[in-house]
């Protein structure tokens, strides 16, 4: 009988080790979800690695499952960049807290209700491991922990610490942190100048400034603090993708290609990087070698229309021309403000020579976007073919 309730035991560590990094990784992304309103990937088994894992899609929220490591590891990902501080610290302590407080409910009602024997042993299981992790995740220590993308990261208890560490930077620091999450980004970068010196070097209120720049599409200006994130090492693959915009828009496209690829080499699944990659290809003539790179940012987010419309221009120029078209109309269908459709199907009609039909598209492009790349360089030229 002794035998036969240690084997017990032994069964049901391994499920319920499941269980815990499962809830624990569900506790950060429930509540990053509800603040930041994008997506959330989790994964569990891995620290980011989707190879050797498997998809499933539950509405914002992708969990990859790595079945052969997940008892031992686990990662929440927001796809929100710049969250403020006070967020971050409630997504973080949303997974040990939840464990912590699963076990103690469910022992709660174990005695409350007095369960049989068989769920009583699994309960007493489940609330020392979820203890155990509550406390081992709350307790901050000096462990990096390595990411798939090369990057490190502490444990839940450090952040937390680090978190609450900037919320004490006083009331300048506090207003920009509001500004910046009331969606006022030339406030937040006009307090930004304000916070002492020390403030401004941190990592993440740096990833907040460039993040204004980029809200405001003002990549020239992201440069200097992108410089100053790359001097403190360990760029990760949202960085690298900005770095990307900024040096592009400075007309510096080889850099930009070498950042986009970098990004790509930690996170082969980036869209943002993918499509910016391709779009730089698209403009050397590579379009056959940009078209993979669009189909797999289509599948990452089988509803991203950059990818759909520049894709369609690929085609379009490599001589499919009627699955060109049929990509830029799904990329108005998802993005009817799109200006890059507008611009891509302008660029088609130019080269039929149908000039009036081309300056309509690209003055359409400008109305929506007035930065769309090259708009009026391309109005420029449609205007001198119809004079």
């Known amino acids: 009988m002794k035998l036969l309730f240690i084997l017990l035991c032994v069964a049901l560590i391994l499920p319920l080790r499941y269980l815990v990094v499962f809830i624990h990784e569900l506790g950060h992304a429930v509540p990053a979800l509800l603040l930041t309103r994008q997506k959330v990937t989790v994964y569990l088994g891995s620290y980011g690695n989707t190879e050797a894992s498997r998809k499933i899609s539950i509405g914002n929220i992708d969990f990859w499952f790595n079945y052969k490591t997940i008892w031992k590891k686990g990662l929440c990902s927001p796809t929100a960049t710049g969250i403020p501080i006070r967020h971050i610290l409630i997504y973080t302590l949303g997974g ?37 992790d509550g406390l081992y995740n709350l307790i901050p220590n000096s462990n990096k922990i390595q990411l798939a ?22 009331e300048g620091f506090g207003k920009f942190q509001k500004l910046y999450a009331e969606g006022d980004y030339k406030g937040a970068i006009a307090q930004f100048e304000m916070l002492p010196p020390k403030i401004k070097s941190k990592r993440h209120t740096l990833r907040q400034k460039i993040s204004c720049h980029m809200q405001l599409k003002q990549y020239g200006q992201s440069l200097p603090h992108l410089r100053m ?7 990760n693959p949202d960085e690298l993708t900005w770095y990307g915009y900024a040096l592009f828009d400075q007309g510096d496209i080889e850099n930009a290609i070498g950042c986009y690829e970098k990004a790509l080499d930690a996170r082969a699944n980036h869209k943002y990087a993918l499509n910016n990659l391709a779009y730089c290809l698209n403009l050397q003539g590579k379009f056959k070698k940009a078209i993979p790179l669009f189909d797999l940012a289509i599948k990452t987010d089988p509803e991203f229309a950059y990818s759909y419309n520049n894709r369609g221009l690929s085609k379009i120029k490599l001589g499919d021309t009627q699955s060109g078209l049929d990509d830029i109309q799904k990329s108005m269908e998802l993005d009817p403000k799109n200006a ?10 130019l080269d039929l020579g149908n000039t009036e039909q081309a300056s309509s598209c690209f003055k359409q492009a400008k109305e929506l976007d007035p930065n769309t790349h090259m708009i009026d360089e391309l109005l420029e030229k449609v205007n001198s073919t119809m004079a």
């Open 340 to 349: 890059y459709a507008y611009r891509n199907l302008g660029i088609y009609h």
């Open 149 to 170: 993308n090369g990057s490190y990261v502490h444990n839940d208890g450090t952040n937390v610490r680090a978190c609450i560490r900037l919320m004490t930077y006083g």
């Open 229 to 235: 994130l790359e001097s403190k090492g360990g760029m």
């Open 96 to 132: 040990p807290l939840s464990v912590f407080f699963s076990g103690v409910f469910l022992l709660s009602a174990c005695i409350v209700w007095n369960w049989g024997d068989t769920a009583t042993l699994i309960t007493v299981i489940f609330f020392i491991m979820a203890v155990f």
